[in-house]
């Protein structure tokens, strides 16, 4: 079986993430993570709950153009 892909992200919001993850794990569990550690901590949470938060937000986003499209028949003029 295949192993799902992570979802790309900037360098520079892989730093800010990896930072986050590092500064959870010694708040709240009294454990430090290397680098290494909460990039592999952050690959394998995109690659098994991303798609799942990705698709809340296409979801979110059709809602939206619905209501925003069922808005624009109210322009319709006889």
């Not at 892909?5 to 709240?28: G, S, W």
């Not at 499209?69 to 109210?74: F, G, I, P, Q």
Request: proline fraction near 5%; avoid cysteine; charged fraction near 30%.
């Amino acid at each position: 079986m295949k192993k799902p892909t992570p979802l790309p992200l900037p360098k520079d919001r892989r730093a800010e993430i990896r930072l986050a993850l590092q500064a959870y794990f010694l708040d709240e569990l009294e454990m430090e993570l290397s680098d290494l550690q909460a990039d592999l901590f952050l690959d394998f949470l995109a690659t098994t709950i991303g798609n799942h938060f990705y698709n809340l937000g296409v979801t979110d986003t059709i809602a939206a153009i619905k209501d925003k499209a069922s808005d624009l028949v109210l322009l319709l003029r006889d």
